[in-house]
DNA sequence: ATATTTGTTATGTAGTACATAAGTACTAAA
DNA sequence: TTTAGTACTTATGTACTACATAACAAATAT
């Protein structure tokens, strides 16, 4: 095989630079002096002179983390090691459009394993009231003949609430992350959003059926896109 | 109210920095252009100039692109789109150690909530072969009094089979990576590994079982932690 | 035609300089 | 003595310069 062709596949194996060594070495400092927010860390300048680098690096290092919300700075005071938000960096890389194809489709299947496995949680949370909510969301579903872009917005609205009567707000939000995910998929392959068993049926079912018969109206509610894969 | 007390509690609006700014610059033209992995970017000097900033700043915000794997960059060559790893930036964020409780407690019951939702997939892709090698996982725990260590290994590494057989690799590292949580949570409130299902029972009705008969039997295996659940 | 050398260029790193914000200590006035 | 105001100090934020290094390109030699 001639070496043009190899170097197409294989990338040349990228060597890490300072920044990210430094990177890495800051998460080891602050694992192991066990640093809680709030505690404050020392100055650049000591860290560079620590590390034996510039401070340009300390500081591209102190970049990538005060992204990600791991630490947090004041002029003068310093800086201080803060909570992350956890979905806070996943949100930043989730665009549809720079995900691989088979990296969308294993987040589309994520987002149906979620909706199915939610009845356990759905069933220790609901509330009379939130399925109230969730009815009053459904209803406005009901006319027929709506346009496309208010369907796919009441589609949103109805699950977004279904997992909000989890009172789990993570999963909330992460579910929240998924949909840009779930609409393209869904538009790239130019299927219906309507299943065989409507939003309105789910209510019923989540107010008067058991926890096995919400289950089963969901699979029905996805089942088109259960459909769909292989 | 004093003052004293609110400070404590409000922080104060921290104001973003150039290399905030421009790391949203960046993402909207990269969105706006619509570029696409391997394409070529400007090279630094460029973007300082037109963004009006110095090449420092421009490069602690290319930084924090790099670290997510949304750009890569060569000597001489300069810098291109790259595809990042969706679950890369989740990764670094997800320590125990630094969240706090209540989101802790939602990974947790999102761990859950995956796995009462398994079942869907698993019965779409399940094959004779994937259930040999579970069972042969299953096996090895079935010995009694084996160390504690052991078995936490053996727990993760009959889960995993289990999330491979869905044929999801997005799916398999995320319950990874929520493994650590997973443990932590489970250590913190000292309970028992060994729900009322066994990982042999499991592995039988995945086999033989319907559907239902394997959701169910997972809701016995993890029962014990939904009782913990309020 | 192939191998070697040389040149060019964009990134990687170091270092200096200064603006800015936010504490701290000190001073002056009531 | 207390309070208000001022000057000082310091760590981060930003800009700029300089040079090393890797990788490509072109020119030259074999």
Redesign the interface.
């Known amino acids: 095989m001639p070496i043009k062709s190899l170097t197409k596949d294989l990338d ?1 194996i ?1 060597q890490p630079t300072m ?1 990210d060594i430094v ?1 890495i070495r800051l998460r080891e400092f602050l ?1 192991k002096k ?1 640093f809680k ?1 709030g505690d404050p860390l020392p100055k650049e300048l000591d860290l560079a002179e620590s590390l034996g680098v510039s401070r ?1 690096v300390v ?3 102190l ?2 983390l ?5 630490v ?1 700075t ?1 002029k003068k005071v310093g800086m201080i ?1 803060t ?8 949100e ?4 549809p ?4 194809q ?2 969308l489709q ?2 589309f ?2 987002r ?10 759905l069933y ?1 949370r609901k509330t009379k009231q939130g399925i109230d909510e969730l009815e009053k969301i459904a209803k406005t579903q009901k006319v027929t003949g709506e346009r496309h872009t208010f369907r796919i917005k009441n589609e949103i609205a109805f699950h977004g609430k279904l997992y909000q009567l ?1 009172g ?4 909330q939000r ?1 579910q929240n992350m998924l949909l840009p995910v779930f609409g393209y998929i869904v538009k790239l392959e130019k299927r219906l959003l309507i299943g065989k068993v409507s939003h309105l049926e789910l209510v019923h079912l989540l107010r008067n059926g058991s926890k ?1 018969d919400f ?1 089963q109206g969901m ?1 029905a509610h996805l089942q088109h896109h ?1 459909d769909q ?1 292989k």
């Open positions: 040349r990228a920044a990177e694992k066990a927010p340009n500081r591209e290092a970049s990538r005060r992204m990600l919300g791991m947090s004041k090691l909570r992350p938000d956890v979905l806070g960096s996943f930043r890389v989730l665009d459009l720079i995900i691989d088979s990296t294993d987040l299947e994520l149906l394993t979620l909706e199915m496995g939610l009845a356990d949680l220790l989890t789990n707000e993570t999963l992460f096995e289950r699979l259960f894969l």
